[in-house]
C-alpha cells in the first residue's frame, strides 16, 4: 500500500515536471503603434481600466504572474489570451474601419454592464480587475463619447 | 341637489371620455417605432430573426441584444452597433443559433439569404454614418 502510493506520487512528479516542457507560446508582443491607447487621447480613468481589467486578454501584452507559467496554469491562461484576442485585439485598434470601431466601444460598455466581462477566473486573480459601478459607468460615458467623436469625425 | 349630481356626472362622464383619449392617442405606435424594411429584408428577419427578437419574446437575452421593435428608436451610436453586429453575426453563423436550427432547420439561412441580410445591414450602418 504505502509502496503504490509512492509510486503514484513519483510518477505524477514527473508528469509535472514534463508537462513544464510544453509550454504555449507567450503574448509578449511588441507595443504597437495601432493600440488604442497610443491612437486615442484615452483620459487616465479609462486607461487604468483597460490595464487593469482588459488589456491582458484582448491585446498583444499580457503580464503574467509569476505562476501563470507553469503547466497546467499556463494552458488555460493561454487559452483565455487566445479567446479573448480572438474576439478583439486593441493592440489592433488603428486598423479597424470605423463600423468596427464603434460596434467594438458599445460592446465593450454592454458587456462590462452586464457584468460578463471581465470574466470571473481573472477577477479572482487580479483583484483590480474588479470594477466598481461608477468605473463601469465612467467606462460606458466614454464609449459612447468616442464613438459620437469618432463619428462626427468622419467627412461625407 | 339634481342638478349639482348631473353636473358631476357629466364632469365624470367628460374625464373618461378625455383619459381615454389620451390612452387610445399614446397606445398608437409612433412612426419610429417599425423600422421600414425592404420587402426581400422583412421577409427574411421573420422567418428566422423575429421571433426571438422582439419586444414580446420570451428568449431575454435574445431581445437584449436585439429588438427590431425597437430598433429604429435607438440613439444613432446603438443603431450603427446594432446593424454592424446583425451583419456579423450572421456572416460568421452565428445567428440562427445551432441549437435552435436543431428543432427548426426551416429557419436556417441560405446563402442567398445572407447576402441580402448582410448588405442590407451593411447599408443602413453606411447611410447613417453620411446622414448623421
Known sequence: MKKSIRIILILLLVAFVTIQFFQPEKNTGETSANHILAKENVPENIKIIFQNACLDCHSNQTNYLWYHKIAPVSWMINKHVVDGKEELNLSDWGEMDIYDKIGTLEEICKEVERKKMPITAYVKMHKKAKLSDKQVAELCAWTENLSLEMLYAVEN | ?132
Do not use: Q
Request: hydrophobic letters at 40%; aromatic letters at 6%; glycine letters at 2%.
Open chain 2, 1 to 132: 341637489m339634481i342638478m349639482k349630481n348631473k353636473r358631476l356626472i357629466s364632469g365624470f362622464l367628460f374625464l373618461f371620455l378625455f383619459a381615454s383619449l389620451v390612452i387610445v392617442a399614446s397606445d398608437k405606435p409612433t412612426k419610429e417605432d417599425t423600422p421600414k424594411l425592404p420587402d426581400n429584408v422583412k421577409m427574411i428577419i421573420d422567418k428566422s430573426c423575429f421571433a426571438c427578437h422582439n419586444s414580446d419574446s420570451r428568449n431575454e437575452d435574445a431581445k437584449e441584444e436585439l429588438d427590431f421593435k425597437k430598433l429604429a428608436s435607438l440613439s444613432m451610436i446603438k443603431k450603427i452597433s446594432a446593424y454592424k453586429h446583425i451583419g456579423d453575426v450572421v456572416e460568421k453563423n452565428e445567428m440562427p443559433p445551432k441549437k435552435f436550427l436543431e428543432n427548426k432547420p426551416e429557419k436556417k439561412l441560405t446563402d442567398k439569404e445572407k447576402e441580402i441580410l448582410i448588405s442590407w445591414a451593411k447599408k443602413e450602418a453606411e447611410a447613417l454614418v453620411k446622414n448623421k
